[in-house]
């Protein structure tokens, strides 16, 4: 841990809907930042959905603690995770604190606790669509500029402001929407050559719950289509990163730790199913890439992770002491050896409420109706079956049932809080 004249500045990087996998091949930024720290190849979005997985990094909480369920909030909610979030103590350790990108859908024009300097997008459309934004409480246009570099340029701007400041460290957080569907990639990069893809769909999908037994496997024109711009999107992305520490480079900034992830996976066509929500494993798994010079070693992790362990973490390796009871812990420390995942559906929605729990060996799944009353449930073998394929409630493979006792596993971690989820 930093003492407190030594604590380091931190950046977090946030993509929208950015899958773990076949997503980097026009990042070499990123890439390099994966190769100078810590990889982690378990990393989960406990909640695979925009605004509760959000909500999780800024309160270190569990969706069925923070109670953001869904893609849309009301003035209360949003209230919730201002009174939540552990942002304001980074603030009140001498941070020097701003915002740029997606905060939660609709984010209103009240501040984002704990943000001394914020421009907040409206909304997923306005964001292509080039639609003012919500900069300090004023609406700001863009002037034409691509989303991505907007952001990028506030925050530069705001780095520029900090260096009359030196002794006091910053945390800067850049939340593009891209690859959020549509996807729209900068004019410049329309064109950039990308590698062939052949959605992977799954055959036999007998052993499938109803609701993925009825989804109708997406138009695979569609989804090559929708994966390649998600490719040149990215390349933004990778820019900005690039420009960002470029200037740490510039300005001497080595005491920076950052960190690069995102929101939730996507199903690209895996099981017969596109988009996020779905409880497998890339829909739920995240790319998490954690360097600080001096401090990290670099190399890949295999221990379960999740987003909203973010918060504990970055506290611990600042030393700022936290005034919330929080749910996560440090991913540098003692490794966990189970993680609960969690989705809230609501009426119409073609996804049913779930819970789960995945260990090193396994992922337990339960589904729910709206009224709570339990609908089916999965169990996948994640030694022998990384795609998913079997399920093992439906294999009817003497020896290959899941573990006695997984209901009422996942009931105790279902409810657990602070200390008490393991």
Not at 129 to 149: I, K, L
Not at 345 to 369: C, M
Request: charged share 20%; with cysteine.
């Amino acid at each position: 841990m930093a003492r407190a004249e030594e604590r380091p500045n931190i950046l977090v990087i946030v993509t929208d809907d950015q899958r773990s996998t076949g997503t980097f091949q026009l990042m070499p930024e990123v890439k390099a930042l994966g190769a100078e720290g810590a990889i982690f190849d378990r990393a989960y979005a406990t909640t695979p959905y925009c605004c509760p997985s959000r909500a999780s990094i800024f309160t270190g909480l569990y969706t069925h603690n923070h109670l953001v369920k869904k893609g849309s909030l009301s003035l209360d909610e949003y209230n919730a995770v201002n009174d939540k979030s552990v942002i304001p103590d980074f603030k009140a350790a001498g941070y020097q604190t701003g915002f740029y990108g997606k905060y939660l859908n609709g984010w209103p024009q009240i501040a984002p606790a704990g943000f001394d300097d914020w421009a907040i997008m409206p909304s997923v459309d306005a964001y292509y669509r080039g639609e003012p934004w919500n900069v300090n409480g004023v609406q700001e246009a863009q002037d034409g500029t691509y989303s991505t570099h907007f952001l990028r340029d506030r925050a530069l701007s705001f780095l520029a402001s900090t260096e009359t400041d030196d002794s006091s460290p910053w945390l800067i957080f850049m939340d593009p929407i891209t690859p959020h569907a549509p996807g729209t990639p900068e004019p410049a990069y329309a064109d950039l050559p990308v590698t062939a893809f052949t959605p992977q769909s799954e055959t036999d999908r007998s052993d499938k719950p109803a609701w993925v037994r009825a989804a109708t496997p997406p138009n695979v024109d569609h989804l090559i289509n929708s994966r390649d711009k998600v490719l040149r999107s990215l390349k933004s992305i990778d820019d900005m990163l690039g420009a960002v520490r470029q200037r740490l480079q510039e300005t001497g900034e080595a005491n920076t730790i950052i960190v690069f992830t995102s929101d939730n996976g996507m199903q690209w066509g895996d099981h017969g199913l596109a988009g996020k929500t779905a409880p497998y494993i890339h829909s739920v798994r995240v790319p998490l890439y954690v360097t600080w010079p001096g401090h990290i070693a670099p190399g890949r992790r295999s221990n379960i992770v999740a987003l909203l362990d973010l918060s504990s973490t970055l506290l611990d390796l600042a030393s700022v002491p936290s005034s919330k009871v929080l749910d996560g812990r440090n991913i540098f420390g003692n490794p966990r050896s189970q993680l609960l995942l969690e989705f809230y559906s609501w009426p119409g929605f073609r996804v049913p409420t779930w819970k789960a729990f995945i260990t090193p060996t396994l992922e337990y799944i339960e589904y729910y109706r709206l009224d709570g009353t339990y609908l089916d449930r999965e169990a996948y073998d994640m030694v022998r079956d990384r795609k998913q394929l079997r399920n093992l409630y439906r294999d009817g493979v003497p020896g290959n049932e899941p573990p006695s006792g997984s209901h009422r596993r996942l009931r105790r971690l279902a409810v657990c809080d602070g200390a008490a989820c393991p």
